[in-house]
T-cell receptor, first 112, second 114 residues
Framework: DAKTTQPPSMDCAEGRAANLPCNHS???????VYWYRQIHSQGPQYIIH???NNETNEMASLIITEDRKSSTLILPHATLRDTAVYYC?????????????FGGGTRVLVKP | NAGVTQTPKFRILKIGQSMTLQCTQD?????MYWYRQDPGMGLKLIYY???????DKGEVPNGYNVSRSTTEDFPLRLELAAPSQTSVYFC?????????????FGSGTQLSVL
């Protein structure tokens, strides 16, 4: 997987937008950016993924820079239940077995 | 539709004991995975399978064995439990898509080896 760099932790106020950055400067042209999150003691949960265009779903928005070297996950209205570790992953395209490598992620604490 | 189901949720083993962690999925996914997560760390891939009868090693396979006799089940076997295997174990599955596909995870098995 391409190396990704995320801040180890960040705080966010409840009701405000949370912007989570991720650097992936070695990304190849056909590699996707994936985001997962892990709420305490639970299995990771898929959030969103994208290639080059911005993406939005019911959980979040993903903004990928034009050069694709970085991206930002946006939680538009953070709630206390969004407190979790967020992982940015850039898997090798069609890697054998569709394997993912989870690094340290960003520990997000949503405060009331 | 239960998704990925892992049993047991908790287990305590003595050093040298053996056990099997069970994982089953009802989504007809070809790909299945076993990860372990030590406290405060990210997940590490132990073994994975791309279909019934096919398994391969991940990043940390030593001390573990797997089998995949059916599409639904992917058990993880610990033969001689060691304290270093104290961890939370997650099973996951995914479809076989044209590009990387999203993984669905189970709720985990917390294992302590004393």
């Amino acid at each position: 997987d391409a190396k990704t760099t995320q801040p180890p932790s960040m705080d966010c106020a409840e009701g405000r937008a949370a912007n989570l950055p991720c650097n992936h400067s070695t990304i190849s042209g056909n590699e996707y950016v994936y985001w997962y999150r892990q709420i305490h003691s639970q299995g990771p949960q898929y959030i969103i993924h994208g290639l080059k265009n911005n993406e939005t779903n019911e959980m979040a928005s993903l903004i990928i820079t034009e050069d694709r070297k970085s991206s930002t996950l946006i939680l538009p209205h953070a709630t206390l239940r969004d407190t979790a570790v967020y992982y940015c992953i850039v898997p090798k395209i069609k890697a054998a077995g569709n394997k993912l490598t989870f690094g340290g992620g960003t520990r997000v604490l949503v405060k009331p | 539709n239960a998704g990925v189901t892992q049993t047991p949720k908790f287990r305590i083993l003595k050093i040298g004991q053996s056990m099997t962690l069970q994982c089953t999925q009802d989504m007809n996914h070809n790909y299945m995975y076993w990860y372990r997560q030590d406290p405060g760390m990210g997940l590490k891939l132990i073994y994975y399978s791309v279909g019934a009868g096919i398994t391969d090693k991940g990043e940390v396979p030593n001390g573990y064995n797997v089998s995949r006799s059916t599409t639904e089940d992917f058990p993880l076997r610990l033969e001689l439990a060691a304290p270093s295997q104290t961890s939370v174990y997650f099973c996951a599955s995914s479809t076989q898509g044209a590009t990387n596909e999203k993984l669905f995870f189970g709720s985990g098995t917390q294992l302590s080896v004393l």
